[in-house]
């Protein structure tokens, strides 16, 4: 069975790909080059991660608290702006519709945005970085497994 973290991205992938952004890639970590020509590119990875235990005993549950973050990418002209907050309520709308992602986790709540314009007056790209802060919990002996 896979390891929490990994359930957690697939879980966060499939609730970005069923708000059904129109031509979005969306993809688990971030191994070639960038290029939203057709579409909006969506990326998500768990950098981090901080781990307490909860209690005491010999396998005790661990409380952990993970970033999640998904780094968005797209082209467009001058209201590309404009394109990456559609995408921010979106993405935002969905977690906060959903804050336990069906009862995987304890919570999840973003905890900061970042973005970036660049290009010509012509073709512009932007990209945006929104981190989530997810809250679950796992026994020391079995990572795999989520508790509540």
Do not use: C, W
């Amino acid at each position: 069975m896979a390891h929490a973290r990994q359930q957690i991205r697939e879980a966060v992938i499939a609730k970005i790909q069923a708000i059904g952004i129109a031509n979005a890639k969306v993809m688990k970590a971030r191994t070639n080059r960038v290029d939203p020509v057709d579409g909006p590119v969506l990326i998500v990875f768990a950098p981090q991660e901080q781990i307490d235990v909860s209690a005491m005993g010999s396998t005790p549950p661990l409380d952990r608290t993970l970033s999640i973050s998904l780094e968005a990418y797209v082209k467009g002209d001058v209201d590309i702006e404009d394109d990456l907050d559609d995408l921010a309520v979106d993405i935002e709308t969905a977690f906060g519709s959903d804050p336990k992602l069906g009862g995987l986790i304890k919570s999840i709540r973003l905890t900061s945005t970042e973005s970036d314009i660049g290009g010509g007056s012509e073709q512009r790209a932007a990209n945006m970085q929104m981190v989530y802060e997810v809250r679950y919990r796992t026994k020391s002996d079995q990572p795999s497994i989520l508790i509540q």
